[in-house]
């Protein structure tokens, strides 16, 4: 049997049909062909380098934060203008314009929508990550939009969306509550905190000197920034170089990096330190929320102990009253006094306690929970790791009474009703989950 030839790449382009002027056309074709093939060669090296280089770009940014989708990000358009500054409207005579970062966020949550229902302008801004559950997120920015809160799915380190943002609206204030949260995940994906926390940060900070007018800034720190010390109750001019987490870390660094940008730029700074907020909405990585999901469940508990057997505590804080301290804040914040990114004049820079000034322990934490959900939890009770976990917290909030009125009104036992009021009609009973 005669044996199959391959065709020729030109008999492939060319069927032969013999004849002289075809030959000759067939050559002339032919160097055309070659020197449009080695073109198309060198375009598809390019290519190929090209798409190397965006691969390993992409696989460096999700080694720098995994869980981050500041890719998939969309935003612009006449429609999407229109909506940003549809939100950003003030409704109230005096009311303040404020850029939310973390909007779809548990705290960004409830402040959006407290300035919104006051007649404030707002506009959130959330890269809808999903170090939780991404679903609960939108389910929190469905709530937004039913409120008139449009936000933005973009990332702080996005300078090109916060210059479009600032160049259309006018922001008075910039509430910041983006972050990377959480104390013990720092250990799993230190990353991203830098990514959050630090670059983002910045990022915003090189953002509000820039505008005109420069916004007022409150900002979330924490109070995971006292650290290892051990005087209590914890007041704002106690040391704070000893943090024990990542997390905790990047808090401290956020105050020197924003007392900076005050000292250069006339950016006015507001850091509050939260403690251990809780409530409807609230984070799924937390203690108070993850110990409700596992007793409705059936499943164990892990319940933290400290040194020689002692329990740990944590001042938890009511979201209501945080909400309460963030607007108080923001309308005693003074002017930013920069402009064209240059200082005119000293701004002030503040930092405050947001507490709840009697801390609780993570058993009787467990207690109020049983009751509410009238359930026994099947604890597992263990030495604390060492994974960047601070025995106790306690706030000294008198420098905040006296400068905001922050008053805090919520004892843990009431607002973990609350939460788990929402939590069970927000999940159902048992979260879907057969009870074992
Ligand atoms: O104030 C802050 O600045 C921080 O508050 C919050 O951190 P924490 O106070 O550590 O809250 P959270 O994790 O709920 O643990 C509560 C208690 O339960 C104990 N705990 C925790 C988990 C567990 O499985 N078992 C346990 O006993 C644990 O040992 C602890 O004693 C925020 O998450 C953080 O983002 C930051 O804002």
Redesign the pocket.
């Known amino acids: 049997m005669k044996e199959r030839t391959m065709p020729s790449l030109d008999e492939d382009l060319f069927p032969s049909t013999p004849g002289k002027v075809k030959i000759e056309r067939t050559h002339t074709m032919n160097r055309q062909f070659y020197r449009c093939f080695a073109s198309t060669s060198t375009m598809f090296l390019w290519a190929l380098f090209l798409i190397a280089l965006t691969a390993s770009y992409l696989s460096f940014q999700s080694f720098v934060d995994p869980r981050s989708r500041y890719f998939t990000a969309s935003w612009g358009g006449i429609q999407w203008e229109k909506q940003v500054r549809t939100s950003a409207q003030i409704r109230r005579s005096g009311g303040m314009s404020v850029l939310v970062t973390g909007a779809a966020g548990f705290v960004g949550t409830h402040v959006s929508l407290a300035l919104k229902k006051r007649g404030d302008g707002v506009v959130g801004i959330d890269n809808f990550n999903n170090y939780y559950d991404p679903s609960l997120k939108k389910a929190r920015n469905s709530l937004l939009i039913n409120h008139g809160v449009f936000v933005v799915e973009g990332d702080i380190n996005d300078s090109r969306l916060l210059a479009k943002l600032f160049d259309i609206v006018a922001f008075t204030h910039v509430m910041h509550l983006a972050a990377q949260?959480?104390?013990r995940y720092a250990m799993e994906n230190p990353g991203s905190y830098v990514h959050s926390n630090i670059a983002g940060l910045v990022n915003l900070l090189e953002s509000c000197k820039s505008a005109n007018p420069q916004p007022a800034i409150v900002w979330a720190s924490?109070?995971?920034v006292y650290g290892l010390n051990e005087k209590v109750p914890f007041s704002e001019s106690d040391r704070t170089d000893q943090p024990a987490s990542l997390?905790a870390a990047t808090k401290k660094a956020g105050e020197e990096i924003t007392h900076t940008y005050n000292h250069i730029y006339g950016l006015s700074i507001t850091g509050l330190r939260?403690?251990?907020?809780y409530g409807p909405w609230g984070?799924p990585?937390?203690?108070?929320f993850?110990f409700t999901r596992n007793i409705l469940q059936g499943k164990p508990?892990?319940?933290?102990r400290g040194k020689n057997g002692v329990d740990?505590a944590?001042d938890f804080t009511y979201v209501d009253d945080i909400v309460k301290g963030c607007l108080g804040s923001l309308d005693t914040a003074g002017k930013s006094t920069g402009t064209g990114g240059k200082k005119r004049g000293p701004a002030p820079y503040r930092i405050f306690n947001l507490g709840n000034t009697s801390p609780v322990t993570?058993p009787t934490l467990v207690g109020i929970l049983e009751r509410h959900l009238k359930m026994k939890a099947k604890k597992k009770v263990v030495d604390?790791p060492g994974n960047g976990?601070v025995p106790f917290?306690h706030a000294n909030v008198s420098l905040a009474r006296r400068e905001l009125g922050y008053k805090p009104t919520t004892d843990l036992q009431t607002g973990l009703k609350k939460f788990v009021r929402w939590y069970l009609s927000y999940y159902g009973y048992n979260h879907g989950k057969p009870v074992n």
């Open positions: 949260a959480g104390v924490s109070s995971s997390y939260f403690f251990t907020v984070r990585d937390m203690a108070y993850s508990i892990t319940v933290y740990l944590r993570v604390m976990d917290t």
